[in-house]
Each structure stands twice: as C-alpha cells, then as structure tokens.
C-alpha cells in the first residue's frame, strides 16, 4: 500500500503541494474537502462521527480508497494513520512566519494586520483539531521522513523533491491496497467505531434469525451495518472423545466470518457459565490449532452495543 501524507505548519501552501506531488506521481489526492464527502457519504455527516471516533473512521474510508488507487492524503492527522504499515512516506512542511504571512498576504489578498490574525487562527484550528482527535496538539519531528524548508523554495520544487523520495522509498512501484488487506483493517476499525457509539440513521431493526438469545441478533445486525458478511452457528468442532475416539462432546462458535476466515464467540451469558465456555475454547485451539476464533466477553460486548442504545432492551440485564 502506498500512502504518503503533506502535512505542515500553516501558511505552507501544504494543499498546494499535495496536489503537485499527486499528478506527478499518478496517485489520488484525498484533501479534506474530500474527506469531507466520504465521510458524509458513509456516515451521513461529519457531525456523525466524533473526534474520539475519527482515526478509526478515516482509517477505514481511506483503506477502502486505497484499493482502487495509491494515495496522497492532505489531511491534519493524517500522518498517525497506518503507522505499521510498510510503503508510507511522512512528509511535513516548514517555513519562518515572515514567509508564511507573506504567501496568506498573495493568497487570499490580504494586508499584513489581516494575514497575522489568520495565521494565528489557522495555528490554533489546527491544534485543536489534533488535540480533540489524538489527545495531543503538536507532533515531535520524528513523526515525519522528510520535513522541507520552503522558505525559499517554491511548491514545483518542493514536490519534485517529494517524488524522488517517493521513488526512492519504493511508493511508486508499490500496488494497491490487496482486498484482504483492507478486509482486515475494516474488521478492526469498524468494531472500534462501534464502541465509539457510531449508530445508523435512524432506529436499528432487528432482523428475524432463529438465534439462541438476543445478544447475537444484535451482534448480527451490527455486523451487517458494518458490511462484515457472517454466518451462524455453521459449523460444530468435537472438543471431547472416548477411549475409543469417537467424539462425546462438541462446541459450535456462534459466528463465521468467512470474508476473514475468523470464528466469533460471544459470552454474554452470567459469570458461571464462562467457565465452561473458555474451557471449550482452549479445547478447540488445542486440538484445532489452524482455526481462528475470537471470544468477546461480557464486558466487550456491553462496550460494543450499549452506546448503539440497545442496552435498554434488557438484553444484557
């Protein structure tokens, strides 16, 4: 996956750069305009989707982008996101603030006063974007692989100089997003923005499924808002045998999620009986070490549910 972020102080003509540096590579420009319509196009709005909630959002939008097209992103924040991730380039621009006002002053044709003001309003917007969204408002320079000085440079320079890093950095050469690697990344941020307390428009209904209790058709339906396929209760592993080998006691995990090759137990039940659940699921690696199978616990899947207000329905009482 090849994701390179333009970040920098204000006043930097970052916008600018980032859509240099995305013609001359031939990858998509995601600005936050953009950014923007995706969200507002998955969520409804962008007041949907609270600070707390909006790396794991944005995590999820922009590695469904990815897979048609490697990406430029021009977003404050953006440079924390897929930071394990191998093909990243991380690059921040910089300049004195006699330059940065000058360059507001061309933009947006404005005296000296009036650029000053805005600069120091476009300073504080930024760091209270990055203290509300990642708890911190400014981003040691070790966070970034290429950091410019622009005080003398113009944005043509600046960008050539970013596509060679690029290049060199393998950015260029590097596919796409793999559709199974962005099926794992969705697994993983759509369950977080769950907890986050992200719910549909509107009221969640129920779907009519022959489930054994109400926790799993909650499970289920948020599993379909969130575009995860499943299965119920497929397939059932023997976990105990006689002397003779034939099998005496079996466990089926409720859920499959084949797009993931991934198994999900779900133990909402009361404390007494989580005992023998675990012992079932220890069985099962055990014997059966090549499945893959997840246990949420009572208290993961209260986390998961109660802010979708489901919890009133008694399910967990």
């Given amino acids: 996956m090849a994701f390179l ?25 995601i600005t936050e305009a953009r950014l923007r319509e995706l969200i507002a196009a998955e969520f409804g709005s962008e007041a949907a989707v609270p600070d707390k909630a909006w790396a794991a959002a944005v995590t999820a939008l922009l590695a469904h982008v990815a897979t048609e097209q490697p990406l430029v992103v021009c977003v404050p924040g953006a440079e924390l996101l897929f930071s394990d991730m191998p093909f990243v380039l991380r690059t921040h ?24 003001h805005l600069l120091r309003q476009l300073e504080r917007q930024e760091k209270d974007t990055r203290k509300g969204r990642f708890g911190r408002a400014n981003l040691p320079a070790s966070t970034y692989h290429l950091i410019c000085n622009i005080e003398q440079l113009d944005s043509d320079p600046i960008a050539a100089l970013v596509e060679q890093v690029a290049i060199s950095r393998g950015l260029k050469a590097e596919p796409r997003l793999s559709l199974a ?3 794992q990344i969705q697994f993983q941020m759509r369950l977080r923005l769950a907890k986050f307390g992200i719910a549909p428009p ?14 799993e058709e909650i499970f289920a339906n ?8 499943w299965e119920y209760e497929p397939k059932s592993f023997a976990v105990q045998f006689d002397e003779n080998g034939r099998a005496t006691e079996y466990f ?12 999900v137990e779900l133990t909402t039940m009361k404390q007494s009986l989580v005992t023998k659940k675990n012992r079932k699921v220890k069985l099962l690696r055990t014997i059966y070490p090549h499945v893959n199978i997840q246990v949420f616990y009572q208290k993961d899947f209260r986390n998961l549910i109660f802010k979708h207000g489901l919890a009133e329905r008694g399910v967990l009482a």
């Fill in 202 to 215: 509107g009221k969640v209904t129920l779907k009519h499924k022959p489930f054994a209790n109400h926790s």
């Fill in 93 to 116: 621009m910089v300049a004195g603030l006699n330059r940065r006002i000058g360059m507001l002053m061309l933009d947006h044709r404005l005296d000296r006063p009036a650029a000053k």
């Fill in 252 to 263: 089926t995990p409720d859920f499959y999620l084949p797009e993931f090759d991934l198994y």
């Fill in 181 to 183: 690697a962005e099926q």
């Fill in 5 to 29: 972020t333009v970040s920098g102080e204000p006043g930097c003509r970052v916008e600018e750069v980032a859509r240099l540096v995305a013609h001359r590579l031939g990858f998509a420009l």
């Fill in 222 to 229: 948020l599993l379909d808002f969130y575009r995860i396929g």
